[in-house]
Nanobody
């Protein structure tokens, strides 16, 4: 069992930056691929980024490639999402999740956080 708690969301102007954190409980964090997903108002939740257990490989949605960076610190049981050059269309609730392998399908993620709101004003 892994419990995930996101933090770092907030209100930022377009072009600004935010760094989200996701702290995991338990001693098995390093066994999981970690992902970030987001859900905008009136839309389905979508994949944002994922990082394998070692941190050596990452994948991004095309909409955030070059602007967002996912990273992890296994010693701190934490995964991060650095978001730069934010746009109003990045406004959403951002969720972190844990999966047994690198996948982008939400169905393969076993554990989810409660989400953190990111609002980008124009």
């Amino acid at each position: 069992q892994v419990q995930l708690v996101e933090s770092g969301g907030g209100l930022v102007q377009a072009g600004g930056s935010l760094r989200l954190s996701c702290a995991a409980s338990g001693r098995t964090f390093s066994r999981y691929t970690m992902g970030w997903f987001r859900q905008a108002p009136g839309k389905e939740r979508e994949f944002v980024a994922t990082i394998i257990r070692s941190g050596g490989s990452t994948r991004y949605a095309d909409s955030v490639k070059g602007r967002f960076t996912i990273s992890r610190d296994n010693a701190k049981n934490t995964v991060y999402l650095q978001m730069n050059s934010l746009k109003p269309e990045d406004t959403a609730v951002y969720y972190c999740a844990a999966a047994p392998r690198m996948v982008v399908s939400q169905a393969s993620y076993d554990f989810w956080g409660q989400g953190t709101q990111v609002t980008v004003s124009s």
